[in-house]
């Protein structure tokens, strides 16, 4: 994983007005923790850090953070967990978490995959179903993301966790083997599951009712 440089500030208060004014500053509160370290409250630029996660995939990305009136000291974290406004998807907080380059971290990472299956060419239809991979590895040899060709995948095949596990590679999955990530459907079997299905506000049925009468009772 690259590492990318970001600059911080220390917080020296705290509360809800104190973070109106941070955030208009165009920057947002953080904090720093891990490490058995105490926890470091922290002021970084919206801009830089939003550019940084719209280029590279969003959080667990690996930053050298320079903390002002540190003596010039870089600290390598992660940018552990994000708050996001849920209306206009603006950057409100950031949590990063210190790391030992020399220690493994565990982290969830996106799973890319990538090739028409001959199984969609033949009409089959495709199931993503697992988008993303725990994964352990130190942290300058994790991955920004795995990824895996398709193309191969005939009607009826499965794509197993177990699949991607390769001998060599600097890092480990730890996503259960068994795992199904992907799978191509005939079209028949679609139309069944779609058919199965339960429609929302559809009646009961008599037998169903009389349960939930009796339940209520």
């Known amino acids: 994983m690259q590492r990318f440089a970001l600059a911080a500030e220390c ?3 705290a509360g809800k007005g104190a973070a109106r004014k941070i955030r208009a500053q165009g920057k947002i509160p ?3 923790y891990g490490e058995k370290k105490d926890p470091l409250p922290l002021a970084v630029s919206r801009r830089d850090l939003s ?3 719209q280029s590279h995939e969003g959080v667990h990305l ?3 953070l320079s903390v002002e009136g540190a003596r010039g000291e870089k600290t390598l ?3 552990h967990d994000l708050d996001i406004d849920p209306v206009n998807r603006v950057l409100l907080h950031a949590d990063f978490l210190r790391v030992d380059p020399n220690k493994p971290i565990r982290t969830t990472i996106p799973l890319h995959l990538t090739g028409l299956p001959v199984g969609v060419r033949e009409g089959g239809v495709h199931q993503h179903v697992l988008r ?3 994964v352990e590895a130190l942290p300058t040899d994790m991955p920004e993301f795995i990824e895996h060709d398709i193309a191969t995948l005939r009607m009826g095949d499965s ?3 177990s699949d991607l596990i390769k001998e060599g590679t600097p890092y480990a999955i730890i996503t259960e083997a068994q795992r199904v990530i992907s799978t191509i459907l005939a079209p028949r ?3 069944v599951e779609a058919a199965e299905a339960p429609v929302e506000g559809a009646p009961e049925a008599e037998g169903a009712k009389e349960t939930d009468k009796e339940a209520k009772e």
Do not use: P, Y
């Open 11 to 13: 917080r020296q208060t």
């Open 77 to 79: 974290a992660v940018v």
């Open 30 to 32: 953080a904090i720093l």
């Open 51 to 53: 550019m940084l996660l």
């Open 159 to 161: 794509l197993h966790v």
């Open 62 to 64: 690996l930053v050298d």
């Open 189 to 191: 079997l679609v139309e």
């Open 132 to 134: 993303e991979l725990e």
